[in-house]
Nanobody
Framework: QVQLVESGGGLVQAGGSLRLSCAAS????????MGWYRQAPGKQRETVAL???????NYAVSVKGRFTISRDNAKNTLSLQMNSLKPEDTAVYYC?????????WGQGTQVTVSS
């Protein structure tokens, strides 16, 4: 059974950086959009960044200029480089792959940014 697994989360001081990665445990074909989402305590899940197979990206206003989403289509991996982190970025981050058949979600990785 295919699963997505996030890695790279952790505790970082404000102004620091983290790089999140997402990898599939099995083979997934025809992946179109890959994305990162996050959910902070007391808030609903929000879209952080999206990237199409062709490399078109879309970022939440709150992270634009600080985060960079990228993908490796050969390896079916997804990354999120997070710079200039703020306490407001604290959340559980989830990756999602959208295929022709279904969406795949990771279990999430905690990112905590201290003041």
């Amino acid at each position: 059974q295919v699963q997505l697994v996030e890695s790279g989360g952790g505790l970082v001081q404000a102004g620091g950086s983290l790089r999140l990665s997402c990898a599939a445990s099995g083979n997934i074909f025809s992946i179109d959009v890959m994305g990162w989402y996050r959910q902070a305590p007391g808030k609903q899940r929000e879209t952080v960044a999206l990237i199409t197979k062709g490399g078109i990206t879309n970022y939440a206003v709150s992270v634009k200029g600080r985060f960079t989403i990228s993908r490796d289509n050969a390896k079916n991996t997804l990354s999120l480089q997070m710079n200039s982190l703020k306490p407001e970025d604290t959340a559980v981050y989830y990756c999602k792959y959208t295929s022709r058949v279904r969406d795949y979600w990771g279990q999430g990785t905690q990112v905590t940014v201290s003041s």
